[in-house]
């Protein structure tokens, strides 16, 4: 177990170190980091979407049980956050948005499938994709939008401000993407292989892209472990998933289904998250190191929560 996490962890570690040589070496200044932000959001990550839907079998896709299992066990805790940053700690709307996603989204699909593959097997794939929709339909929409509601100072006042930039962030294509991907699966129209293999061939870039920005942004914004980071580290790694393990206790679900629901979301915080701070330039320094930390983290809590649903969860 050790070993699977260690050969997941350390080639992210390298890359972010990588980002981190190059930005301590003066090789990537702030105005690269900008472009490289912006390759990831606007080219990279809209293929990598669509892609991914457009794997996911159909008959899955029309099984209500497990997407509800992540609908509440992800969306739900999602919107106590959000809210509880906004109306609560009175933080503005882009660091309530981008502090909810570093609490509450993990990375699933560059985490999730080379650990949990190497516990459960192939089938741990289904509820990967499955539990992958809720980011993808809901997390990263309600993310692109609040975040341009929040920047556009010139869309006017009010309700027709919102509306305007709401538009606006339903234009973009990492959001609307993913939507012709599940149509023409449900739809069960044929798509051509290579259609499949072009959109993942610009696609994978954008992990490794991403993770390296990550390090030119620890590099260059000079940050540290502070108290904040540790508050997120710990939520993330281990309240999340324990919220995850009540729901599953208490709806009644056995097997490898829910063991892989607690590990899936007690996954480290998603890259894409800092990708989004630094376009906003809200939060670089601690999504960058909260990305970093939670990554490291996983070395305790990933056996801990192994421990505990082998424990709690019947098979």
């Not at 956050?81 to 933080?91: A, F, Q």
């Not at 991907?181 to 892209?209: E, M, Y």
């Not at 030119?216 to 281990?238: F, G, H, M, S």
Request: charged letters at 15%; one cysteine or more.
């Amino acid at each position: 177990m050790l070993n699977t996490i260690a050969t997941t962890l350390i080639p992210v570690a390298f890359v972010m170190f990588l980002g981190y040589w190059a930005g301590y070496r003066k090789y990537f200044g702030v105005t690269d980091r900008a472009q490289l932000t912006k390759l990831v959001l606007t080219w990279l990550l809209p293929p990598l979407l669509i892609a991914g839907m457009l794997k996911t079998p159909r008959a899955d896709l029309m099984d209500y049980r497990i997407p509800l299992l992540f609908v509440v066990g992800l969306l739900g805790p999602y919107l106590v956050v959000l809210i509880g940053c906004r109306y609560v700690l009175k933080w503005d709307l882009s660091k309530s948005t981008l502090r909810t996603d570093l609490l509450v989204f993990p990375d699933m699909v560059f985490m999730g499938v080379p650990i949990l593959g190497q516990l459960f097997g192939p089938s741990s794939l289904y509820p990967i994709l499955i539990a992958n929709l809720v980011p993808v339909l809901f997390i990263l929409p309600i993310t692109v939008v609040l975040l341009k509601v929040d920047s556009d100072k010139r869309a006017g006042s009010g309700a027709q401000a919102a509306v305007k930039t709401i538009l606006k962030g339903l234009g973009e294509p990492r959001v609307w993407l993913p939507f012709i991907g599940i149509a023409l699966v449900l739809l069960d129209v044929p798509v051509p292989g290579f259609v499949t293999s072009s959109l993942d061939l610009i696609g994978a870039g954008t992990t490794g892209i991403a993770l390296f920005v990550s390090g030119l942004i620890i590099a260059q914004e000079k940050v540290k472990l502070t108290l904040p980071v540790a508050v997120d580290t710990l939520v993330k790694n281990l309240l999340c998933p324990a919220v995850m393990l009540a729901i599953v206790l208490a709806l009644g679900i056995k097997g490898v289904i829910a063991k892989e629901a607690v590990l899936l979301v007690g996954l480290p915080s998603a890259v894409i998250v800092t990708m989004f701070a630094e376009e906003r330039r809200v939060l670089e320094a601690e999504s960058a190191t909260t990305i970093l930390a939670t990554r490291v983290f996983t070395f305790v809590s990933i056996p801990i929560l192994i421990a505990a649903t082998n424990f709690l969860i019947a098979a």
